[in-house]
C-alpha cells in the first residue's frame, strides 16, 4: 500500500503550496542524510519526502494525483542509486577517497592524550602489517593418474631454483589444492611465512579410468580364455596380479577385484573385451568351417519385427 | 576521478560566480595538484549538498558555513570513532 503524499509530509488536502514548502523543509533538515550521517534509515525517509514534495510541489502532478490518474510515486523519475556526501567523509569513506581538506579533528582537541592514541592507533597497525603473515603462494602441478590414485611424492621446481617434495595423498582428484605450511613468501616481520598452496590436475590413463572409487579397465581376451576359462595377468594400480576368468565368460562381461580401486577404497572392475587373433589362423578358420553349434541362439532376436 | 574547474562546473550545474563564492566562503577546497585545483568525486557530492541545504532546505549563507562547519567536525570524530573500532586490544 503506497503512502499518501499528504500524509508522509503531514498537511492536509487543502494546503497551500507554500504550506507544503515548509512542511518539507522541516522535515528534510531532519532527515537530510547529509545531516544524518550515521543513520541508514534516514536515506530511505528523505527518499520518501523528496518524492511526496515533487508530487506536491508541482501544480499539474498534484491536479493529477488528486484526481486519481496518477499514484504516489507514479512520476517518479528513475532514480540511479545517489553518493551522497557522507559516503565520501569520515568512517564511512576509505582515506583515499575523502578529500583531507574538508575532515577536522578540532572536535576532540581539547580532549587531553586524543593525539597519542591516535598516534599508537597508527603505529599498531603499522606494527600489525609488519608482523602479518607472508602472503601464500599458488603453484600448479600434474599428476599422473596412478600416483593419484596410490599416492606418491612429486618435486615441485620453485621459480627461485629451490625445490619442495609434494607428498601426494592417495586418491586425489583433479580441482584439490595442497597446502604446504609456511612454503610461501616469508613475513616483513615475525609473523611467519605464508603457505604454498598447490592446485593438482590429475593426468589421463590409456588404459584405466576412475568412476568415484572404482577404477575401470578394459581387458582383451582371446576366443580360446574367453571359452574356457582360466588365470590371465591383469594390471592394477599397484602391479599386476591373475585374474581367473570364469569359463563361458561374454564380451563386455564385468569381473571385480576387491580393493583393488582408489586408496584401498574400491574396486577394479575388469571389463572383457574377445578378440579374434590378430592374424588369421588357418586351424581357426578350418574348424569353425566344420563346426555346428550345438545350440543354435538367435542372436539379432531383439532386431525382428 | 579528477576534475578541472570548468568540468567541475558543468557536473554540478552551477555558474562561475557562484563557484566563486563557494570557494571564498570555504565551502569547498580543491586538493591543489600542480599548482592546480583539482576537484573530486567527494567534491561533486559536497557541492550537491551544498546545493540542496540552500534551495530545498532554505539554509542562508550564515547557516550552510555553519552546518558544513560541524558536519567536518563530526565526520572528523565519526573517523576517529572508527578507527578506534579496528584495533583490537592488545593481549
Redesign the interface.
Given at each position: 500500500m503506497l503512502k499518501n503524499p499528504y500524509e508522509i509530509l503531514g498537511v492536509s488536502k487543502s494546503a497551500s503550496a507554500d504550506d507544503i514548502r515548509s512542511a518539507?523543509?522541516k522535515l528534510?533538515?531532519k532527515l537530510?542524510p547529509?545531516?544524518n550521517?550515521?543513520d541508514k534509515k534516514a536515506e530511505e525517509r528523505f527518499k520518501e519526502i523528496s518524492v511526496a514534495n515533487d508530487l506536491l510541489s508541482d501544480n499539474e502532478k498534484r491536479a493529477k494525483f488528486d484526481a486519481g490518474v496518477i499514484d504516489a510515486v507514479g512520476n517518479e523519475k528513475p532514480q540511479q542509486q545517489r553518493?551522497?556526501?557522507?559516503?565520501?567523509?569520515?568512517?564511512?569513506?576509505g582515506r583515499g577517497?575523502?578529500?583531507?581538506?574538508?575532515?577536522?579533528?578540532?572536535?576532540?582537541s581539547d580532549l587531553d592524550g586524543?593525539d597519542d592514541?591516535?598516534a599508537q592507533?597508527y603505529a599498531?597497525?603499522a606494527h600489525a602489517r609488519r608482523n602479518a603473515k607472508g602472503t601464500d603462494v599458488r603453484y600448479h602441478l600434474n599428476i599422473p593418474f596412478l600416483d593419484a590414485v596410490t599416492g606418491a611424492t612429486q618435486r615441485l621446481n620453485l621459480p627461485d631454483g629451490t625445490t619442495i617434495d609434494v607428498k601426494i595423498p592417495a586418491g586425489i582428484e583433479t580441482g584439490r589444492i595442497i597446502r604446504l605450511k609456511g612454503k610461501g613468501q616469508p613475513s616483513q616481520g615475525a609473523g611467519g611465512s605464508g603457505d604454498a598452496l598447490v592446485e593438482v590436475t590429475v593426468l589421463a590413463h590409456p588404459h584405466f579410468t576412475r568412476v568415484g572409487d572404482d577404477l575401470l579397465l578394459e581387458l582383451s581376451v582371446s576366443i580360446k580364455e574367453a571359452a574356457l576359462g582360466g588365470p590371465v595377468k591383469t594390471p592394477t594400480a599397484a602391479g599386476s596380479v591373475m585374474l581367473n576368468i570364469p569359463a563361458g565368460s561374454n564380451a563386455g562381461t564385468q569381473l571385480r577385484l576387491k580393493g583393488k580401486g582408489v586408496a584401498g577404497r574400491g574396486d577394479q572392475l575388469v571389463k572383457l573385451r574377445v578378440v579374434l587373433p590378430q592374424r588369421s589362423d588357418q586351424q581357426l578358420n578350418d574348424f569353425l568351417k566344420t563346426w555346428t553349434p550345438a545350440f543354435e541362439d538367435d542372436l539379432r532376436k531383439e532386431f525382428q519385427p | 576521478m579528477i576534475l578541472k574547474r570548468t568540468e567541475f562546473m558543468a557536473r554540478t550545474n552551477i555558474d562561475e560566480q557562484t563557484l566563486e563564492t563557494w570557494l571564498s566562503e570555504q565551502w569547498l577546497?580543491?586538493?591543489e595538484e600542480a599548482s592546480d585545483e583539482a576537484f573530486?568525486?567527494?567534491?561533486i557530492?559536497?557541492a550537491?549538498?551544498i546545493r540542496?541545504?540552500n534551495h530545498?532546505?532554505?539554509?542562508n549563507q550564515a547557516g550552510i558555513s555553519v552546518?558544513l562547519h560541524l558536519?567536518?567536525?563530526?565526520?572528523?570524530?565519526?573517523?576517529?570513532?572508527?578507527?578506534?573500532r579496528?584495533?583490537k586490544p592488545?593481549g
Open positions: 518539507y523543509r528534510a533538515k537530510h547529509d545531516l550521517p550515521g553518493q551522497y556526501y557522507r559516503d565520501y567523509a569520515g568512517a564511512g569513506a577517497k575523502a578529500n583531507p581538506n574538508y575532515e577536522s579533528a578540532s572536535a576532540f586524543m592514541i591516535m592507533i599498531q597497525q | 577546497v580543491p586538493v573530486t568525486d567527494a567534491d557530492a559536497r550537491q549538498l540542496e541545504l530545498d532546505l532554505g539554509v552546518a558536519l567536518d567536525q563530526l565526520h572528523g570524530l565519526r573517523r576517529a570513532v572508527y578507527e578506534l579496528q584495533i592488545r
